[in-house]
């Protein structure tokens, strides 16, 4: 996640099959292209309800959108408050989220991802890169 955040400006289509941030792992793309597929079919604007779409990135919309039934929004449909408590997770490992853009949208993906595999019974002490990145541990 670090390497993305350092890296800035989007490297990809907004609204195609991968992630924009820079720098990331195949591994990251791919886990971030399994939740995307399911939760928005890789669609960075679109609000719950698939009727609408967001036009200002600068912060999550934080409504309900039309024919939706939670604030859920993007490419991986954070509702607000998981949203904000993530991006809270990022600034204190000293990543800043400023905006809900892709670039940003795709960290806190990632960082919700490796926080659910951190918590689940498969953790074991690893990272979910240490894991998937081990070529002996499939």
Request: no cysteine; hydrophobic share 35%; aromatic share 10%.
């Amino acid at each position: 996640i670090e390497r993305a955040a350092e890296q800035g400006t989007p490297v990809g289509p907004v609204n195609g099959s991968n992630p924009v941030a820079p720098g990331l792992a195949p591994w990251q793309v791919g886990i971030l292209n399994v939740i995307a597929l399911r939760e928005s079919g890789g669609d960075y604007s679109v609000l719950n309800g698939g009727q609408e779409h967001a036009t200002d990135f600068s912060d999550h919309p934080r409504r309900v959108g039309a024919g939706g039934t939670t604030t859920a929004f993007g490419r991986y449909q954070f509702v607000e408050e998981t949203w904000d408590w993530m991006v809270e997770r990022l600034a204190q490992r000293g990543i800043y989220i400023r905006d809900a853009s892709p670039v940003s949208q795709d960290l806190v993906g990632l960082e919700y991802a490796d926080y659910v595999w951190r918590t689940s019974d498969q953790y074991n002490g690893r990272s979910l890169g240490d894991m998937l990145s081990s070529p002996n541990d499939a």
